[in-house]
């Protein structure tokens, strides 16, 4: 059984930083993109990032691009988003996923992990 | 790229023919995914590459379209299908969702 499993939310102040986990386990993890999905309190969905399986390629929203990185540890089986001067507009429920039978969507997702930015 | 949904929220009852439609801001080809969240839940694949029904997705469930025009079609509605519905674009970085549909029991 896919599991995808978040880590490290919390409460943090505007221009702080937070480092999200992702354990993965039921799958060959090192066979499959992994992305970043997340979404602020009763709004839609946002993309924010994804990486290769080797982490040669990583991608990212123009919103987050240059604050956030993404990254991997196939060895762990985990994927991380690194978060640094936060906003208050990061707030939001942020969702791990794990491609699909391509890389084009994303397949399985975790239950989330909130992060709130705040003073 | 700009996807727009329309429309914003839809009423329907059991067993209703429901459409949703995705229009991308610039040609994205096939490259459109379809995904259903239910509050409280992570979203769920339903539809990727335009048309393509995820293994394991009831067939009441299906998708078209190419370019820069989509849809989304439920055939007949079930009360578990009551959610709300986002379209993404993975033609080009950054992916972007649509702004989503929610769609509720009349």
């Known amino acids: 059984e896919v599991q995808l499993v978040e880590s490290g939310g919390g409460l943090v102040q505007p221009g702080g930083s937070l480092k999200l986990s992702c354990a993965a386990s039921?799958?060959?993890?090192?066979?499959?993109?992994m992305s970043w999905v997340r979404q602020a309190p009763g709004k839609g969905l946002e993309w924010v990032a994804n990486?290769?399986?080797?982490?040669?390629?990583?991608y990212y929203a123009d919103s987050v691009k240059g604050r956030f990185t993404i990254s991997r540890d196939n060895a762990k089986n985990s994927v991380y988003l690194q978060m640094t001067s936060l906003r208050v507009e990061d707030t939001a429920v942020y969702y791990c996923?794990?491609?699909?039978?391509?890389?084009?969507?994303?397949?399985?997702w975790g239950q989330g992990t909130l992060v709130t930015v705040s003073s | 790229i700009q996807m727009t949904q329309s429309p914003s929220s839809l009423s329907a009852s059991l067993g209703d023919r429901v459409t949703i439609t995705c229009q991308a801001s610039?040609?994205?080809?096939?490259?459109l995914n379809w995904y259903q969240q239910k509050p409280g839940k992570a979203p769920e694949v339903l539809i990727y590459d335009a048309s393509n029904l995820e293994a394991g997705v009831p067939s009441r469930f299906s998708g078209s379209g190419s370019g820069t025009h989509f849809t989304f079609t439920i055939s007949s509605l079930r009360p578990e299908d009551f959610a709300t519905y986002y379209c993404q674009q993975y033609d080009t970085v950054p992916r972007t969702f649509g702004q989503g549909t929610r769609l509720e029991i009349k």
């Open positions: 610039q040609d994205i080809s096939k490259y």
């Open positions: 996923a794990r491609a699909g039978l391509s890389y084009g969507y994303e397949r399985y």
């Open positions: 039921g799958f060959a993890f090192s066979s499959y993109w």
């Open positions: 990486i290769k399986i080797d982490g040669s390629e990583k």
